[in-house]
T-cell receptor, first 111, second 123 residues
Framework: AQKITQTQPGMFVQEKEAVTLDCTYD???????LFWYKQPSSGEMIFLIY??????QNATEGRYSLNFQKARKSANLVISASQLGDSAMYFC????????FGSGTRLQVQP | DTGVSQDPRHKITKRGQNVTFRCDPI?????LYWYRQTLGQGPEFLTY????????KSRLLSDRFSAERPKGSFSTLEIQRTEQGDSAMYLC?????????????????????FGPGTRLTVT
């Protein structure tokens, strides 16, 4: 069985600062993907970034980067230069086809 | 708009009634997934299709739930004899089988693109 743990129910960050959202996972699969999604108040799930378990380098997509530490089974999301529009729920997920999601972190960006 | 679409966006039904939801995936994606999301939680996997074949079903998918993808394009999710506990957002997602530019190929899976969801309220 796979499990995702997001220990931060809510986070605050000042506009233009960086923020790290924590995610730890547990799986016995040797090959898996790690994903981060953003869910604004409008409800749609927006794909942000992907990290493969075999990838040697941390994934980056614009202002998003994934701090992947395989030995510690963590896949933290770093958002640089936060913007007001980043305020949303953020979900960490893992899997190859059926994704297992964490319970999410609500990020609020303050002006 | 070439994203995933779902219909209807909202459905209110009385307990015991049957409901059916439709999902149209991104046209070149051959994998289609259904998830359920309740308030304050992350999505929970229900089932997925590769082309027309239903390859995996969660134990959350009771006998009252059935999903089809008859021609490998759109999919339907039917809930029979709805219960109040079925009230949730039903999300559909699609993904390509072989993502491009991916180190290690598709061993780690493909990113899934979600539709806007169908919010079901059972009264």
């Amino acid at each position: 069985a796979q499990k995702i743990t997001q220990t931060q129910p809510g986070m605050f960050v000042q506009e233009k600062e960086a923020v790290t959202l924590d995610c730890t996972y547990d799986t016995s699969d040797p090959s898996y993907g790690l994903f981060w999604y953003k869910q604004p108040s409008s409800g749609e799930m927006i794909f942000l970034i992907y990290q493969g378990s075999y990838d040697q380098q941390n994934a980056t997509e614009g202002r998003y980067s994934l701090n992947f530490q395989k030995a510690r089974k963590s896949a933290n999301l770093v958002i640089s230069a936060s913007q007001l529009g980043d305020s949303a729920m953020y979900f960490c997920a893992m899997g190859r086809r059926a994704l297992t999601f964490g319970s999410g972190t609500r990020l609020q960006v303050q002006p | 708009d070439t994203g995933v679409s779902q219909d209807p966006r909202h459905k209110i039904t009385k307990r015991g009634q049957n409901v059916t939801f439709r999902c149209d995936p991104i046209s070149e994606h051959n994998r289609l997934y259904w998830y359920r999301q309740t308030l304050g939680q992350g999505p929970e996997f229900l089932t997925y299709f590769q082309n027309e074949a239903q390859l995996e079903k969660s134990r959350l998918l009771s006998d009252r739930f059935s999903a089809e993808r008859p021609k490998g394009s759109f999919s339907t999710l039917e809930i029979q004899r709805t219960e109040q506990g079925d009230s949730a957002m039903y999300l559909c997602a699609s993904s390509p089988q072989n993502p491009s530019n991916r180190i290690g190929g598709a061993r780690g899976g493909s990113e899934q693109y979600f539709g806007p969801g169908t919010r079901l309220t059972v009264t």
